[in-house]
């Protein structure tokens, strides 16, 4: 079974230029996480999605971040305009359908953006 | 809200040795437990879970109890190899399924 896909795994952008992050959860998985990692610092949330809705989007800084799952399987997560601070990896998970505390939340391997 | 504090690394060993990772937990109803490791280059993968008081997860020679008195889910094992270094996280997950991650504590065993 292939595990939760993401795209690009480096990328290295100026400030003030938009960037782009790709997963694909695992088959069949309808939630899905992004998660901001500092160097050094544990996952932070940015964002639940339930199929094809946010549900917990209260940690997203929506001035400059946005998110989006259109069919709920495949998202994006996008940032305009990068930051120097927003150096750091993001990280996306999935987990099975229904919304348990012991649900096991699947990661990807995280796209690690550079801001210069 | 609910958190995780882990013990800081970094922690050294030597192989053979014995291993534990303080875990402590705050939540206001009953969360389930959760120990994940990250290897160099690669993502979080669970490492062992626990879902309600005085439950043991185990996996692959590491152990935890769910320790509800102290608040608490120490990881521990035995006798640590080389592969086992890595970053390992306690998280913790409450009724809506968000998981709050502690910083991380990076192990390195040598040989």
């Known amino acids: 079974e292939a595990g939760v896909v993401q795209s690009p795994r480096y990328k290295i952008i100026e400030k003030k230029q938009p960037v782009a992050f790709w997963c694909n959860p695992i088959?069949?998985?309808?939630?899905l996480y992004w998660y901001l990692q500092n160097l050094g610092q544990g996952p932070e949330l940015l964002i639940r999605y339930e199929n094809e809705e946010a549900v917990d989007d209260s940690q997203l800084p929506k001035d400059r971040f946005s998110a989006e799952r259109l069919k709920g399987v495949d998202s994006t997560l996008k940032i305009q305009p990068a930051e120097l601070g927003d150096s750091a990896v993001y990280l996306c998970?999935?987990?099975?359908?229904?919304?348990?505390?012991?649900?096991?939340?699947?990661f990807g391997p995280g796209t690690r953006l550079t801001v210069l | 809200g609910d958190s995780v504090t882990q013990m800081e690394g970094p922690v050294t060993l030597s192989e053979e040795a014995f291993l534990t990772i303080n875990c402590t937990y705050t939540a206001t109803g009953y969360p389930s437990l959760f120990w994940y490791v990250q290897y160099p280059g690669e993502g979080l993968q669970l490492l062992l879970k626990?879902?309600?008081?005085?439950d043991k997860g185990s996996n692959k020679g590491f152990e935890a109890t769910y320790r509800k008195e102290t608040t608490s889910f120490h990881l521990e094992k035995g006798s640590v190899q080389v592969s086992d270094s890595a970053v390992y996280f306690c998280a913790l997950s409450d009724a809506s399924n968000d998981m709050r991650f502690g910083a991380g504590t990076r192990l390195t065993v040598k040989p």
């Open positions: 088959s069949g998985h309808n939630t």
């Open positions: 626990a879902t309600k008081a005085d």
């Open positions: 998970a999935s987990s099975p359908e229904g919304v348990h505390s012991y649900n096991e939340q699947f």
